[in-house]
């Protein structure tokens, strides 16, 4: 199969992108930090915005159904608008954390900008109630959530898709890794 010049460049991209000097160790805190929340019996909360949430609900159900660990995303919207109407829209995620979160729970926020101001003002709620804080950002690598992270997966592109997909690539591979496979039925 050959491919046009367009779909050539943008898989090098992938290629490029995928793996990078931090990526192991990164894996591997956050596998750390999932195996302990399930000790814990606690819970891994997930957030995001546009297809960012879409990623946090596909990991919310696989961490929960798949590698048996207790997962919940904030994509109901009900929750959304009432917490945003009520206390504004920057500071749902906050109030969210402040109404489900408990001590041992771990957060995962994804943005590709890293500058959701919903998800940053919630990473820092988080970090306040001494929460893990592992975050999936692109674009600048300074952006604000890798500053507050414990765990940052950081994707060195603008390309939003791009940036997307590699996050659901990395999120997925621990939760195969906590399996033990990256075969298994799911019936």
């Known amino acids: 199969m050959i491919l046009n010049k367009f779909y050539k460049d943008y898989f090098k991209k992938y290629n490029h992108l995928l793996i990078n ?13 999932v195996k302990e929340v399930k000790k814990n019996n606690s819970k891994l909360i997930f957030a995001g915005n546009g297809a960012s949430a879409s990623i946090s609900a596909h990991g919310a159900v696989d961490f929960s159904k ?14 959304i608008t009432c917490l945003s109407n009520d206390y504004g829209y920057e500071n749902w995620v906050s109030e969210a954390l402040n109404i489900y979160a408990n ?39 300074t952006n604000s959530l890798s500053k507050i992270s414990d765990i940052s997966f950081w994707v060195d592109s603008h390309a939003y898709n791009i940036v ?21 039925e799911v019936s």
């Open 21 to 33: 000097e931090n990526l192991e160790n990164n894996l591997l805190a956050f596998e750390d930090i």
């Open 66 to 79: 798949q590698a048996k660990i207790k997962s919940l995303t904030f994509n109901e919207a009900n929750l």
């Open 103 to 141: 001590s041992n729970d771990a957060v995962i926020l994804i943005s590709v900008s890293g500058e959701s101001l919903n998800l940053v003002k919630g990473a820092e709620t988080a970090k306040k109630m001494g929460l893990k804080v592992i975050t999936f950002t692109g674009r600048e690598a």
């Open 164 to 184: 997307e997909c590699i996050h659901m690539i990395w999120l997925t591979s621990v939760i195969d890794s906590i399996i033990g496979s990256d075969t298994y």
